[in-house]
């Protein structure tokens, strides 16, 4: 258990479909983090937020949008995806984004299949 | 663009034998370097970190090392056990603004009992 916990564990949806995934982290951090991981591809970064807001979008496709309501939790909306989206969405913390030093929590990750 | 690789991209060894995975990188003006462990379907935890200015780190059976000038970085594993059976990742981070990681593709261990 590493403190980051992600809804849901798996998660099939249609192309036309709007669903969300969700992130929440119990380790009073300030930044939160999603990345993809796909087969073919080296883990990737999408978004960053500190203290609630967005500092970094890794050009990542509009039919990806998150939202950070406050620093525990950490969604990822999902609408109108194409297959070549399905994959394995971690979710992650650390203390301070902009702290040297510091490590990352991963979440175990929610697996998506676009279909 | 800094780009993380690692090899063997796939390992497999009986257990008991001491082992090395290997990381390289092509921007050697990285700020740290962190190892990872991955099990299947799950997220990732974090193994050892080493500082730019740090030449290595140990943890248990774990020694990771770091050459920065050349761009490598190798993760020993002593006495290896089939609990050790996992995809390892590097990861480099970028600069001292943010979590900014670029991680290489991993390499799947398994070791045999």
């Given at each position: ?115 | ?49 080493i500082?730019?200015?740090q030449?290595?780190q ?8 770091l ?47």
């Amino acid at each position: 258990e590493t403190g980051v916990t992600q809804t849901p564990r798996h998660l099939v949806m249609g192309m036309t479909n709007k669903k969300s995934l969700k992130c929440e982290q119990h380790l009073g951090h300030n930044a939160m983090y999603w990345y993809k991981q796909s087969a073919k591809k080296p883990l990737e970064l999408m978004f960053v937020y500190s203290l609630e807001e967005r500092v970094e979008n890794n050009s990542v496709p509009s039919r990806f949008s998150p939202e950070c309501p406050n620093s525990s939790h950490l969604f990822l909306h999902l609408h109108t995806l194409q297959p070549e989206d399905s994959a394995l969405y971690l979710c992650a913390s650390s203390p301070g984004h902009f702290l040297s030093g510091n490590t990352i929590y991963f979440g175990e990750g929610s697996w998506l299949t676009v279909v | 663009k800094q780009e993380v690789t690692q090899i063997p991209a796939a390992l497999s060894v009986p257990e008991g034998e001491n082992l090395v995975l290997n990381c390289s990188f092509t921007d050697s003006a990285i700020y740290n370097l962190q190892w990872f462990r991955q099990d299947p379907g799950k997220g990732l935890t974090s193994l050892l970190l080493i500082q730019s200015s740090q030449r290595e780190q140990t943890s248990g059976r774990l020694n990771a090392s770091l050459d920065k000038s050349s761009g490598r970085s190798t993760l020993y594993i002593a006495a290896s056990q089939p609990g050790d059976s996992a995809t390892y990742l590097c990861a480099v981070r970028r600069d001292n603004y943010g979590q900014n990681f670029v991680f290489g593709p991993g390499t799947r261990l398994s070791v045999l009992p």
